[in-house]
């Protein structure tokens, strides 16, 4: 085999490396998986050589067998806001601080404070909130905590851009990996410079399709710069095309929308237009995660839980906010919570409600990303590691009440990787054509007849985060107590 297209995916809790042939059919996959540290409430890291190890790892896994230059191309993409300090020989100084790490809470409200209204209109064009996940405030923290390090600090990475500069010896990233500090035309200057010394610590930007450099372990195969791995699942779900959608239930869940037309929405992100094509996403904080959460603490393995949740009743409800919220909340202070237990209450029915809510956030996201389109999404693409279990993905369709179109690749964000580097060496002309040409339906899951019985359930989980907004709150000044 010739021409091959490998993709790359540093995720959450595991990287992925896949090769696939230009039709989209999957020639190898190999996946790496590591752990999530959390050394005290709240925090979240990751030793980043764990990324490398995997990265290289599966390069040589998938390519066993191949000739050493059948690979072409080779696409990066990775989970975003989560950042790693390191020095001038790519050495990290600390361990990675990633997405769901919420140490630097009262340092983003420091940040934010700066800025009037006026301001953040002026800069990101609208209200926005500045949070612990954003760059500017973990490099404040950083310095703060740790100045020493700080000034031994050459680069502030995502982990894409980290494992591409190992593979290529080339830094770069893209805009939309540079989360709240990058605009159209570069680094967004008002928002860098909140952070003093920030400036010369952030790689270049370049557009993801745009070749870096060659990777020798690759036998020479050109290597793009890459992107968020949110938007990497819009291609390799091929919502390239207006009236699409998706839903992405990994570690934690993406629902997206594209359209030609956008409606200023706070709850969810417009990305900047392509191709006169605009795609509207909101990320959770919790999907795959919350499952997890929820082995650990019930005992059961994750097929356990399967198995039980696909023997328990509607009826209990979770929030599966975890360690706070992303969309369409915001909010880090929120927790998570079964509610509508009753002394009939079952470990089943306890399995089918994590389960439940994880679907019954991806309902909350699509309301707001949908009206950003300006229209209801007819059916929805759904990958994922959500999209292994027949249960979860037939709940997705009850709860969100659509068609849902299960993917042959499930991995889609490993897929669009691919794409993105097809593209990157011409290969497919662009990436709407690439993901026309490769992503494929495997099947489609209708809402159950009765599925709108579940509506009560989710107006309830929609208005306990108002109802219990005020203990929340209480819950966060007390663990900020604890924890002094």
């Known amino acids: 085999m010739t021409g091959l297209m490998l993709g790359v995916d540093v995720g959450t809790t595991a990287v992925k490396v896949a090769v696939f042939e230009l039709g989209g059919n999957l020639v190898a996959t190999h996946t790496a998986a590591y752990p999530i540290h959390r050394p005290r409430p709240g925090w979240a890291e990751q030793d980043p050589m764990d990324w490398w190890r995997g990265c290289t790892e599966g390069i040589q896994a998938v390519l066993t067998g191949l ?12 989970q975003v806001n989560t950042h790693v300090f390191v020095d001038d020989q790519l050495r990290p100084l600390a361990p990675a601080i990633i997405w769901q790490d919420q140490r630097c809470a009262e340092v983003a409200r420091d940040l934010d404070a700066r800025l009037t209204s006026a301001d953040k209109t002026r800069i990101w064009g609208g209200p926005i ?3 612990a996940s954003f760059v500017g405030s973990r490099a404040e923290w950083f ?21 591409i500069a190992k593979l290529t010896g080339r830094l770069a990233t893209d805009q939309l990996s540079a989360v709240r500090v990058a ?23 370049a557009g993801p399709e745009v070749v870096l450099g060659s990777a ?3 036998g020479g195969a050109e290597v793009v710069v890459g992107t968020m791995d949110a938007y990497s699942a819009v291609f390799g779900t091929r919502t390239t095309e207006s009236g699409r959608g998706m839903v992405s239930c990994g570690t934690s869940l993406v629902v997206a929308g594209a359209s030609a037309e956008s409606v200023p929405v706070p709850e969810v992100v417009t990305f900047p237009p ?14 795959g ?12 393995s994750i097929d356990e839980v399967l198995r039980s949740a696909g023997a328990g009743t509607p009826g209990v409800i979770f929030t599966p906010h975890l360690m706070g919220e992303r969309a369409p909340l915001w909010d880090s202070e929120v927790r998570g919570s079964f509610f509508g237990l009753s002394s009939a209450t079952s470990q089943a029915d306890l399995c089918r409600a994590v389960l439940q809510g994880v679907a019954m956030s991806a309902r909350h996201v699509l309301d707001p990303v949908e009206r950003a389109c300006g229209f209801a999404l007819p059916s929805l693409a759904f990958s994922g590691g959500g999209a292994r279990s027949d249960l979860w993905t037939q709940i997705h369709a009850d709860v969100l009440q659509r068609p849902i179109e299960r993917l042959r690749v499930h991995d889609s964000a490993v897929l669009g990787a691919a794409l993105l580097g097809a593209v990157g ?17 495997d099947r489609v899951f209708t809402p159950a007849a009765d599925a709108d019985r579940l509506n009560p359930l989710f107006e309830a989980y929609r208005e306990s985060y108002d109802a219990l907004r005020g203990i929340h709150a209480r819950l966060a000044d007390w663990r900020s107590t604890e924890n002094c």
């Open 129 to 131: 909130v500045l949070d």
């Open 183 to 205: 605009g159209p035309t570069g680094y967004l200057r008002e928002a860098v410079e909140l952070v003093d010394g920030l400036a010369g610590k952030l790689p270049e930007i």
């Open 289 to 300: 995660d919350a499952l997890r959460w929820w082995c650990q603490a019930s005992g059961l």
């Open 143 to 163: 310095a703060r905590t740790e100045p020493e390090l700080w000034a031994r600090t050459r680069w502030v990475l995502s982990p894409k851009d980290f494992v």
């Open 67 to 78: 000739d050493a230059d059948a690979v072409r191309s080779v696409g990066v993409v990775s």
């Open 425 to 441: 060496t011409g290969s497919y002309p662009d990436i709407a054509a690439a993901a026309a040409a490769t992503v494929a339906v």
């Open 274 to 287: 392509k191709d006169g094509l605009f795609v509207h996403a909101g990320p959770t904080q919790a999907a």
């Open 216 to 218: 020798p372990e690759l």
